[in-house]
Every structure is written in structure tokens, then in C-alpha cells.
């Protein structure tokens, strides 16, 4: 029997054609926010329904600060999901975490400058708590789903997320190293930010690919290095992926399926219309569609 929850998958474009997926199509949707980054694969794995995006779009058109976050993970919604995997890659800023490492993330930081990353604007105001950006208990799925196909995976880190889209320079690597920081990456804050706003549990598991340019016995990281790391982790992020969905409780246990009850500060009826329109996949439980 299908499960109550469906999975979405962020990722590569080759994450989606894991062995066993079934009943597989193509879903291209319009959002109030414009076009996500391509067509989503739907699907049924191990009798869970699974949602996958390629975030850069297929073929890696899209660059960082490009991308269409608020309609890719609208679009998910639309479309059912409930819990959001997110895999991604990201340069090590710690000597035990290696290329080709996992690690589960629990913590960010965001560097970046040129992003819309809420739903909320235009006539209508929410504040989503955030001081714990990931979703435990979808966190520990991803964790156990990964020591189960005995990648080396590491348990927490803090995700700094650069704008991009060139690398960092020494002294920003150094910078972010004295900070304490574990992995930097281009992606992934707004995709969490923006699942919280939208009420989907979210975790990141970030794949090593290099070691920045900090290490002074590694040469300062290269499109070859990381490309070359990337294709050898696909495998292992399949793999997880395909260990992660039959482990997704059915129901959730955590507080982001109510992330807004108390987080919409506008009173009803000052919210327009146009504000309702656009937000009603996420706020008319809350505030109803009617004006007034």
C-alpha cells in the first residue's frame, strides 16, 4: 500500500532514474513565482510516492543564483509533498570530512546577496521560527538511510551557503573555517527557508566533493576535481535515496507541518487579494480563501 506522505527529491538529474521507481511521468507545472528549474518525475518506489528536481535544471543550465527557489518547492507542494531530501554538493572545510564523504546537516549560515527567499511579501508578512532549520526527525531518517549503505557519513555540520557562483577566495575559506564551519555550498538555505515557510519537513545531505582552497596540502578546488567526485557519489546518493523511503515514518511526529499556525502576522483582513491568490496553497488553512 502507498504510503500517506510523498517524498521530494532535490538533486541532479540522474538522481530520478533509481531501479525500482515506478509508474514514472513527467509533471511540468506553472507557479505565482514563475517556472521551477524543469519538469518534475514523479513516481512510486517501494510503494512510496517520490517527487524528484533537478535543481540546476537538466544538463546544469541554471546557476546558483538563478535558480527559481520559491517555485521549485512551491511546486513540490503543489504536487503533495510532504518531506523534502535534499542532495547536494559542497566543499569540505574540515580535514576528516574527505571527497566523497556525507555529512547530514544540522546547522546554516547564509553569505548570499541576490536571492528572494521567502513566500511572504507584497502586502502580507510571516515569520517561520528557524533557529533549527532542519527537520529532526526527517534528519535521522536521512542519517540512518546513510549508514545503512556504508558510506562514510557524518552526524551534524554547518552548512554555509556563499553566493556563488565563483569559488571562494583563501581568505574567505580561512574565514568561515575560524567561524567553526563544516561544508560550503551555493544551494541549499533557501530551499530550507523556503520549506519552512511551505510547512515540508526538510534535511540536506551534503556530499563532499573537495576541500575548498584552505588545504594546503590539496590543490584549490577545480570544476574537474568536483565533477569527477560527483559522478562517483550518484551511486551512493541513489542508494540513499532508495534507503530513505521506505525508513520516512507516515506520519509526522514534528512541528513543520504547523510551521505557520503563529508565524502570520498581518491581520486577515488587511491581506489583498493578490496576496491571498498567490499564497493559498499555503495559508488559506490557516486564513481561509475568502477576503473579509
Keep these: 500500500m502507498t504510503q500517506a506522505q510523498t517524498i521530494g527529491v532535490i538533486g541532479g538529474s540522474g538522481l530520478y532514474e533509481i531501479e525500482g521507481l515506478?509508474?514514472?511521468?513527467?509533471?511540468?507545472?506553472?507557479?505565482?513565482?514563475?517556472?521551477?528549474?524543469?519538469?518534475?518525475?514523479?513516481?512510486?518506489?517501494?510503494?512510496?510516492?517520490?517527487?524528484?528536481?533537478?535543481?540546476?535544471?537538466?544538463?546544469?543550465?541554471?546557476?546558483?543564483?538563478?535558480?527559481?527557489?520559491?517555485?521549485?518547492?512551491?511546486?513540490?507542494?503543489?504536487?503533495?509533498?510532504?518531506?523534502?531530501?535534499?542532495?547536494s554538493a559542497v566543499g569540505s572545510m574540515r580535514e576528516d570530512i574527505a571527497p566523497g564523504d556525507f555529512v547530514v546537516i544540522d546547522q546554516f549560515i547564509d553569505r548570499t546577496r541576490h536571492r528572494p527567499d521567502t513566500f511572504f511579501s507584497e502586502g502580507v508578512v510571516a515569520h517561520v521560527m528557524f533557529a533549527d532549520p532542519v527537520c529532526g526527525e526527517l534528519r535521522r531518517v536521512a542519517l540512518e538511510a546513510a549508514r545503512s549503505i556504508g558510506v562514510k557519513v557524518h552526524d551534524g555540520g554547518t552548512y554555509v551557503n556563499m553566493e556563488g557562483p565563483q569559488f571562494s577566495t583563501r581568505a574567505e575559506s580561512k574565514l568561515y573555517r575560524s567561524w567553526g564551519v563544516d561544508v560550503i555550498g551555493m544551494t541549499n538555505l533557501q530551499e530550507a527557508k523556503l520549506a519552512r515557510e511551505a510547512e515540508l519537513c526538510y534535511a540536506t545531505i551534503a556530499m563532499a566533493t573537495d576541500y575548498d582552497c584552505w588545504h594546503e596540502e590539496h590543490e584549490a578546488v577545480t570544476v574537474e576535481a568536483v565533477v569527477a567526485v560527483m559522478g562517483r557519489n550518484v551511486g551512493n546518493a541513489k542508494a540513499l535515496v532508495m534507503a530513505a523511503a521506505p525508513r520516512t515514518p507516515t506520519v509526522r511526529s514534528c512541528g513543520c507541518g504547523s510551521a505557520l499556525r503563529h508565524a502570520i502576522m498581518t491581520a486577515k483582513d488587511r491581506i489583498p487579494q493578490a496576496?491571498?491568490?498567490?499564497?493559498?496553497?499555503?495559508?488559506?488553512?490557516?486564513?481561509?480563501?475568502?477576503?473579509?
Design 22 to 87: 515506478k509508474d514514472i511521468r513527467e509533471v511540468t507545472l506553472a507557479t505565482p513565482f514563475g517556472a521551477p528549474s524543469d519538469a518534475y518525475v514523479t513516481g512510486v518506489l517501494d510503494g512510496v510516492r517520490m517527487v524528484f528536481l533537478p535543481r540546476h535544471g537538466r544538463g546544469h543550465r541554471i546557476s546558483p543564483s538563478e535558480i527559481n527557489f520559491r517555485a521549485n518547492i512551491w511546486g513540490l507542494k503543489k504536487l503533495g509533498v510532504t518531506r523534502v531530501l535534499s542532495l
Design 275 to 292: 496576496a491571498r491568490d498567490r499564497l493559498g496553497l499555503l495559508i488559506d488553512k490557516y486564513i481561509g480563501p475568502e477576503q473579509g
